[in-house]
């Protein structure tokens, strides 16, 4: 019977420890992620341009018909047909 509590005690603890680990490594990583993206989107807004007029009109122009939506479900042909007006 004293074996099985020392042995229940030790099973305490290292969940104890493995609890306090995760949560540990959980918060670092959160706060990692935090700065990261952070950093990324202001590098990247000083790096991407507005695409020209001309940029969109050609891409608007090889846009593929008869083609599935995506998610947002706007077609290719709603697209073109609304910046032909």
């Excluded at 074996?3 to 969940?15: A, T, V």
């Excluded at 001309?54 to 998610?71: D, F, G, M, S, V």
């Amino acid at each position: 019977m004293h074996r099985k509590k020392l042995n229940r005690l030790k099973d305490d603890k290292i969940l104890e420890h493995w609890a306090r680990h995760s949560k540990t490594q959980l918060e670092k990583e959160y706060s990692e992620e935090e700065e990261s993206d952070e950093e990324v989107f202001l590098r990247a807004e000083l790096l991407v341009k507005e695409p020209s007029q001309e940029q969109t009109e050609k891409a608007i122009c090889n846009l593929k018909i008869n083609k599935a939506p995506r998610e947002d479900n706007i077609t290719a042909e709603l697209i073109k047909n609304t910046s032909q007006e």
